[in-house]
């Protein structure tokens, strides 16, 4: 093999290596999962199906064309052609077999708006459609961004313990060497020991959320979960400086942008336009129409000749359709109406408690990152006292079983300071893999 083919095959075989070393972010986790889940696929197919329907609500404004033809076999002798006058002489022509073809043409010139109305809400559920894919977009990546979250939490959460379990394994070695040098009862012994097995148990547990949190990952992404499980996933770095909007400013907001609430209004002006198809019912309708026949009979004579018409129709008594309907039309403008209603308190709730959350979470990770670094410290003071002697073991144990749950619950709490933020976004509408790019991957 020359020098070029070597080098191809060498980077050929390391080129899933080199793929897998990619660390995944949470923007791309968060698109892969917008991209990929189900949802998004039968929110693409109504979008189709919405404008489809404005294809073919506005297909009823032009006219018709049609072809028609037959062949009609008759017992005994028929008349075959159009009879236009009766002289001495001009007799019409009878056969057995009739064949007719028909060119005909017709158009509604009036039809009380009802096409009108129906094109105005074929649009308008084709742009409730388009929202709806909106909304199930910001939402699989709000999902995302959760589920990588999980994964990082669960990892910081293990390996806290994993350093939990170093350390009492260490004190549990110290404890043994104390307890073989008559120097210390087995009380010591077994207190160490009975710390470090807990430390472990839980440890376990922390192992199998990493593994869950991992295959979530993966079914949402559509990953391995070979290469989640391998990958580190890369760091998060959020937008410290974000300011949050005021409850009335995120209101307003959200009443612009929040897809959700774009699909209702969007569904109320559908139910609008629906009662307008209701009264188009009780106007006349004007159609015009013409068609070129032409007869042949079986022993192979044929005629041909125009129509054209003019039609005015007025229906005088339907049984109540027409009322029924404009009862209808109206029952869906209001079950709309509240709808969106409903959803505006929805959003409502949705902002309260995202800031709410938001703001608890910041504080509580303040208040955390010092109590880490106290915990730490006083870790650090009791084990250099239990090491040399002035020290209680208990007291040590204590110490490095707060720092364990001191860092938990920091690692959770910063977490969930960014879901609340995403979830904040989501319902402002702004959510979007640029906005995860900028505030959580490269804020400052």
């Given at each position: 093999m020359n020098m070029k083919g070597f080098a191809a095959a060498l980077l050929l075989a390391g080129l899933p290596s080199l793929l897998s070393a990619q660390s995944l972010s949470v923007g791309r986790a968060a698109q892969l999962v917008a991209e990929r889940h189900p949802t998004v696929a039968a929110a693409r197919a109504s979008v189709a199906r919405a404008r489809a329907g404005v294809h073919e609500a506005e297909a009823a404004r032009l006219p018709t064309v049609g072809i028609d033809a037959s062949l009609t076999q008759f017992q005994k002798p028929m008349v075959v052609a159009p009879i236009h006058s009766l002289r001495p002489g001009n007799l019409p022509e009878f056969d057995n077999t009739l064949i007719q073809g028909i060119l005909g043409a017709g158009y509604t010139v009036y039809d009380g708006g009802l096409r009108g109305a129906r094109i105005d809400r074929a649009q308008a559920l084709a742009g409730a459609a388009q929202a709806g894919e909106a909304g199930a977009r910001v939402n699989l990546l709000a999902e995302g961004v959760r589920a990588y979250l999980r994964v990082r939490t669960a990892r910081e959460v293990l390996a806290a313990q994993e350093r939990r379990v170093q350390a009492l394994t260490s004190e549990r070695d110290r404890a043994t060497r104390v307890f073989d040098a008559g120097r210390a009862p087995r009380l010591v012994l077994m207190r160490a020991e009975a710390a470090l097995s807990s430390a472990q148990a839980e440890a376990t547990g922390s192992?199998?959320?990493?593994?869950?949190?991992?295959?979530?990952?993966?079914?949402?992404?559509?990953?391995?979960?070979?290469?989640?499980?391998?990958?580190?996933?890369?760091?998060?770095?959020?937008?410290?400086?974000?300011?949050?909007?005021?409850?009335?400013?995120?209101?307003?907001?959200?009443?612009?942008?929040?897809?959700?609430?774009?699909?209702?209004?969007?569904?109320?002006?559908?139910?609008?336009?629906?009662?307008?198809?209701?009264?188009?019912?009780?106007?006349?309708?004007?159609?015009?129409?013409?068609?070129?026949?032409?007869?042949?009979?079986?022993?192979?004579?044929?005629?041909?000749?125009?129509?054209?018409?003019?039609?005015?129709?007025?229906?005088?008594?339907?049984?109540?359709?027409?009322?029924?309907?404009?009862?209808?039309?109206?029952?869906?403008?209001?079950?709309?109406?509240?709808?969106?209603?409903?959803?505006?308190?929805?959003?409502?709730?949705?902002?309260?408690?995202?800031?709410?959350?938001?703001?608890?979470?910041?504080?509580?990770?303040?208040?955390?990152?010092?109590?880490?670094?106290?915990?730490?410290?006083?870790?650090?003071?009791?084990?250099l006292a239990l090491d040399a002697g002035s020290g209680v073991q208990t007291d040590y144990i204590i110490a490095e079983a707060d720092l364990f749950r001191v860092r938990a619950a920091l690692t959770e709490a910063s977490y969930t300071e960014v879901l609340a933020r995403v979830e904040l976004a989501r319902v402002l509408g702004e959510l979007s893999p640029e906005w995860i790019q900028q505030n959580l991957e490269s804020g400052s």
């Open positions: 192992r199998l959320e990493v593994q869950l949190a991992e295959r979530e990952l993966a079914r949402l992404t559509g990953l391995e979960v070979e290469g989640i499980h391998a990958d580190s996933l890369r760091g998060l770095h959020p937008n410290l400086a974000l300011k949050l909007p005021t409850q009335d400013a995120a209101l307003a907001q959200a009443r612009e942008n929040n897809p959700e609430l774009l699909r209702l209004r969007r569904q109320v002006a559908a139910a609008e336009q629906g009662r307008g198809e209701a009264r188009s019912l009780w106007r006349p309708r004007l159609n015009m129409g013409g068609r070129f026949v032409e007869y042949a009979a079986g022993s192979g004579s044929n005629q041909g000749e125009w129509q054209g018409s003019v039609q005015v129709t007025y229906p005088i008594f339907t049984g109540g359709t027409r009322s029924a309907a404009l009862e209808r039309a109206n029952a869906e403008i209001a079950a709309a109406q509240a709808d969106l209603a409903a959803g505006e308190l929805r959003v409502a709730d949705a902002i309260d408690r995202a800031l709410s959350a938001f703001e608890a979470a910041r504080a509580r990770t303040q208040a955390l990152r010092d109590a880490v670094t106290q915990a730490t410290e006083v870790t650090r003071i009791e084990r």
